[in-house]
């Protein structure tokens, strides 16, 4: 991650987005020098796919505008329980 950037603050901009559950996961670096750029995996909540468009553009928006990224990647998923629970059935490797 570029020093110039919280990883935490811009997690929190994101999870602000009206219909977004959670950050699953974000990647920020730098290309070149002052060029940074990032993809996100954001889920929403159930029931609000079908403003999947407002909450990219908002978090497209933040991601370019307000931090300053260069290029970036959203990509979204409805939030499902079952599917962020599958792996409380795994077992450590060291068990």
């Given amino acids: ?47 609000s796919f079908s403003r999947w468009e407002d909450v990219q553009s908002k978090a497209r928006q933040i991601l370019l505008c307000t931090y300053g990224m260069y290029q970036c990647t959203v990509q979204l998923q409805i939030f499902k329980e079952t599917l962020n629970n599958v792996c409380t059935k795994c077992r450590s490797v060291d068990a």
Avoid: C
């Fill in 1 to 47: 991650t570029p020093s110039h950037l919280n990883v935490h603050q811009i997690r929190d901009a994101l999870l602000k987005i009206e219909d977004v559950h959670s950050v699953q996961d974000l990647n920020v670096w730098s290309l070149t020098m002052g060029k940074t750029a990032a993809i996100v995996h954001l889920q929403l909540i159930p029931d």
